[in-house]
């Protein structure tokens, strides 16, 4: 897939406009002193405060930026770093370091931004991984329980979190990509206020597994590619008795068998309780060999080799309705000819107080 041509400067001066307007840009702004304090029954600043971060792709359109920025800005987030969203470089939101810096530069936060959200995938995150202050960075997000939400590419700076430190965080909607949307997800959107604001969420799937299932453990993953490359690295977690969840687009059957089969014989599928998958985008993919060789073809496969039960229909992965998951979380799972529920444990929530989630709902360009 070819990447869109640089923006016109004027489409980065209509940008540079809306930002200015959502308090991103102050440059050029005047200080005011307030006339009377603010009211002690607002929430503190850090609780709604969002941070973005670009480590990999870059944002081409810039009312879609704007438009995300808007909706965020809106819903009661107080932001930072928006001018990540106008960098570009070669293939990616930037060079090596300014996109490291937008990583590293969290542990200079105080107090840590309660939401850290990717602008969008692509690739770039794993140039990234080696240089990355895990020592500083992990206890920072741990104590301060603040929340990294983004899938795709982002797979590699969730996973390398956990393998290093243990940091939780969430497979779920990002800036550019999902929420500067022209016709954004209602679906999306209530999933992600829900999961993120709502402690011990579960996640029903309409989809029958037969036999009756029931196990728990460690929640974790996210798109295979990223997966199966951090293989035989120090940034894939060691996780034993887990609940792996798997998405990835536009791949052929026997591309995803193979990304899987890489994992079985680095002896990671085999130890863990459950497979689940999330959405391939695999309906317009036909074997050129054999049309009969699906997903579900694959699924049986590693199944029979591994004899770890391979569920599959979970709502989540480069899809218009996704829902929001919890990552390096506890997780109970169980089955019955209905279908299967996914419950979670404890995992870092948003307050909900003091924010308008209706307001990531807008439709439009910003005026």
Same mark, same amino acid.
Request: hydrophobic share 40%; aromatic share 8%.
């Given at each position: 897939?070819?990447? +869109? ?10 940008? /540079? ?8 840009? *102050? ?10 304090? +603010? ?9 709604? @405060? ?30 930072? $770093? ?7 470089? *070669? ?16 542990? $200079? ?22 240089? #990355? ?49 022209? $016709? +954004?997800?209602?679906?999306?959107? =209530? ?14 799937? $309409? ?8 196990? =728990? ?15 035989? @690295? ?8 887990? #609940? ?8 052929? +059957? ?6 899987? *089969? ?9 130890? *863990? ?43 989540? /992965? ?22 299967? @529920? ?26």
């Amino acid at each position: 897939m070819s990447i +869109p041509p640089l923006a016109s400067r004027r489409d980065f001066l209509r940008l /540079g406009s809306a930002l200015a307007g959502l308090g991103i840009l *102050q440059g050029c702004s005047t200080a005011v002193t307030p006339t009377t304090p +603010p009211s002690p029954t607002l929430p503190p600043l850090r609780a709604t @405060t969002l941070r973005l971060i670009a480590p990999s792709g870059p944002s081409a359109d810039p009312v879609q930026c704007a438009r995300a920025l808007d909706r965020l800005s809106r819903a009661g987030f107080a932001l930072l $770093n928006g001018e990540c969203l106008s960098r570009r470089y *070669q293939r990616f939101a930037g060079t090596d370091a300014e996109r490291l810096a937008d990583v590293n530069g969290l542990v $200079n936060s105080r107090p840590a931004p309660k939401l850290i959200l990717a602008t969008r995938g692509g690739f770039g995150v794993m140039r990234l991984l080696p240089k #990355i202050d895990y020592a500083r960075l992990c206890p920072l997000l741990k104590e301060s329980g603040s929340l990294l939400i983004g899938y795709s590419d982002i797979t590699a700076l969730q996973l390398a979190l956990l393998a290093q430190g243990g940091v939780p965080s969430f497979a779920g909607p990002m800036a550019y990509s999902d929420f500067g949307s022209a $016709n +954004p997800s209602s679906y999306t959107l =209530e999933q992600f206020r829900s999961v993120t604001t709502v402690p011990g969420w579960q996640l029903q799937v $309409n989809r029958p597994f037969s036999p009756t299932l029931k196990t =728990e453990g460690l929640f974790w993953g996210g798109n295979l590619s990223v997966v199966a490359a951090l293989a035989g @690295t120090p940034y894939l977690p060691d996780v034993k008795g887990g #609940i792996l969840f798997l998405e990835d687009t536009g791949e052929q +059957p026997y591309r995803i068998e193979r990304m899987l *089969q890489q994992l079985f014989l680095a002896g990671v599928l085999q130890q *863990q309780k459950a497979i689940v998958f999330g959405d391939f985008k695999t309906d317009k993919l036909v074997d050129y060999y054999d049309p009969n060789y699906t997903l579900g073809t694959v699924a049986a496969q590693i199944e029979q080799e591994t004899g770890v039960p391979v569920l599959q229909g979970v709502p989540f /992965g480069h899809i218009h309705d996704k829902t929001t998951l919890p990552l390096g979380v506890m997780a109970q799972l169980d089955s019955d000819i209905q279908g299967y @529920t996914i419950r979670f444990g404890d995992y870092p929530t948003l307050p909900a107080d003091g924010l308008q989630f209706e307001q990531l709902q807008m439709n439009g360009t910003p005026q």
